[in-house]
């Protein structure tokens, strides 16, 4: 039976659940200026992190996925570990280039490496990285495992808010002219990342509580009749989390809520204070 080593970016968030300590995660890295770099997590964690940014909101920070030499060489010490395959589930390679460089580094080592494109990120990322290492525990082959990541990928949404478009311009994540627009007439869309794994606008709203409100609305619209597994990923936004949880529960009582920080590499795209709400159809698994 094949050792198949499973790792993932920390884009998944997997640092802030409790995750199979076998799981390799590839750190990306956060910059304030050109003088401060820190590896998301191992440096600074998300309740620091959103804490800066509070605190200084002119100092916006970049990310970077880690560096190829550094890649190449987790490869080959898995290799030397016994382990003959290794799966990557990266961050949709729509919102980084860190699916195209572990392809790169993957022709520069001995051992065979799959990587797949999640065309998400935090927890719908880290979900299909869980379920890649149980299936991987269980004995089953790099097509098995694809295949029912396949799945879960093409069955999951997040809906999200944002508190400020400042982020989202700056890095990149949407364009100067919706960015300008939205600061101007104080839009707070509700933003979702399609099939395609692109943050995608559906609706402009006016203020941050409709936006959240939409937020809502939208997963319970599209959530009503489904077996799912439901959670909120938020950049320090603790008390919008709990308003959320009390609405949730008047409409399904019986849902459990799954909570967990966006990592600092991504909240360095959204922003403080943004959160999500997202499904994974169970049924849709089966």
Request: include cysteine.
């Amino acid at each position: 039976m094949s050792k198949i080593a499973i790792l993932t970016c920390s884009n998944a968030g997997l640092d802030y659940l409790d995750f199979p300590k076998d799981i390799t995660i590839l750190r990306s890295v956060i910059h304030f200026g050109n003088s401060e770099s820190f590896n998301d997590y191992i440096d600074m964690d998300a309740k620091t992190f959103y804490e800066r940014i509070k605190a200084n909101p002119d100092d916006i920070p970049k990310t970077s996925y880690v560096a190829l030499g550094q890649m190449i060489e987790i490869f080959e010490g898995l290799k030397e570990k016994g382990y003959e395959e290794a799966i990557v589930v990266t961050i949709s390679s729509k919102l980084s280039g860190l699916f195209e460089a572990v392809k790169r580094a993957a022709n520069e080592v001995d051992i065979k490496v799959t990587v797949f494109d999640s065309k998400t990120l935090a927890y719908a990322e880290a979900f299909m990285v869980l379920e890649a290492h149980r299936l991987a525990k269980k004995g089953k082959k790099t097509p098995a495992i694809i295949k029912h990541l396949e799945k879960i990928r093409a069955n999951n949404q997040v809906y999200f808010a944002v508190d400020t478009l400042l982020y989202l311009v700056k890095n990149g994540r949407l364009s100067k002219l919706q960015g300008t627009l939205g600061t101007m007439l104080q839009l707070k869309p509700l933003l979702t990342i399609n099939q395609e794994g692109v943050v995608e606008t559906l609706e402009k709203i006016r203020t941050t509580h409709k936006a959240q409100k939409r937020v809502i609305e939208k997963y319970i619209e599209v959530t009503k009749n489904m077996n799912c597994i439901t959670y909120i990923s938020h950049a320090h936004a603790d008390d919008y989390v709990a308003w959320f949880i009390k609405e949730l529960k008047a409409v399904f009582p019986k849902r459990e809520v799954i909570v967990a920080y966006l990592t600092p590499v991504v909240g360095a795209h959204t922003g403080p204070k943004a959160l999500g709400l997202g499904y994974i159809d169970l049924d849709a698994l089966k």
